[in-house]
């Protein structure tokens, strides 16, 4: 990207207005392209991975989970956060593994998306796998989910409905929908099964 | 949705924990599935509008946004947050015609995408817009931001690529490919101009 200093902003100061025991949010006093100043308030995340895991059957790896925020059950790709100094791939694997018991053979990076880039610098990672063996679970104590399975038209068909709003899971099915075309090409990767 | 008590939590009490100027920050205690009690931080939202603008020459309206707390220059499609008690409709002729100074003949509703459900209660409603006609922008005094035309295609391959990695705009994009193809029908209305 060309630097652009008629968009950009510049951070002057940073302060911190909140360490949680989950979240943590600072305020930056910012320059703006006019010169004026401005304040800009987000959460800092240590970003994400979300894993489209496909069955041999045609189908995908999803979960039901009930989201304290939004009040309601989720039907979301297995996703969660990368953990201090840990690799985007071995996270995908951990998180697969310890929410639904899949693992699996071959995987490919596909991109990363940015869920909340109004107040949040979180990426996801996006990762699909295949070749999958299912084994069992290892829920964190406090996580409660269920794990299902769906084809790409079941989950297109929720979209449609209302059922399926997670904007990750969405983001994914972008690629999904490219990728069982053709239209987009995976660069696939054995993987040692430990 | 069914009472699903195997997942869902309640809520026992809420702490605010940041009244910032533009964040505001709360911590729930809740109860879980088992009986035990947990804390979940999450910022309050009153909820957003995205706006999926089709040309007559088959182009979308977009916009390049720099996003402080990524700190990059974002595709998005114009988008922004409800003031109390605006209708949803309202918000998002306000938000195109304020961003991108387009007006539109037919609005239709598609469907809600949740962009954080981890740590937030934002919902964004999805409109799409045509019989654009173009006017004057009225940006807020802290508003910098290109509009561009891109084609769908375009959009597709600056997601292939990792150029469009803005979690809204990929959703709508999901939108978008099935109803350009015919597959989703929306349910258009004449709006009057004023």
Chains 1, 2 share one sequence.
């Not at 703006?32 to 496909?54: I, K, M, W, Y």
């Not at 989720?74 to 071995?90: H, Q, S, Y």
């Not at 996006?126 to 679970?137: E, M, N, S, V, Y």
């Amino acid at each position: 990207m060309a630097h652009e200093p008629h968009l950009t902003e510049e951070t002057i100061t940073r302060e911190e207005l909140l360490r949680g025991r989950f979240l943590h949010v600072v305020r930056d006093t910012v320059r703006l392209p006019d010169g004026a100043t401005s304040h800009r308030e987000f959460v800092l995340h240590p970003g994400a991975v979300v894993v489209v895991a496909l069955l041999d059957d045609g189908q995908v790896v999803v979960e039901r989970q009930y989201r304290h925020p939004v009040g309601q059950v989720f039907i979301e790709f297995p996703a969660g956060k990368i953990d201090p100094g840990e690799d985007r791939l071995a996270c995908a694997r951990r998180e697969l593994l310890e929410e639904t018991g899949y693992t699996a053979r071959e995987w490919a990076h596909a991109g990363v998306m940015h869920p909340c880039i109004g107040y949040s610098d979180e990426f996801i990672d996006i990762w699909f796998a295949r070749g999958l063996t299912r084994g069992a679970r290892q829920l964190d104590a406090e996580e409660f989910l269920e794990v299902i399975t769906a084809t790409p038209q079941q989950l297109m068909d929720w979209v449609r409905e209302g059922a399926l709003t997670d904007g990750k899971t969405m983001s994914c099915m972008l690629w999904l929908d490219n990728v069982l075309s053709g239209r987009w090409v995976l660069d696939w990767k054995a993987q040692s099964s430990t």
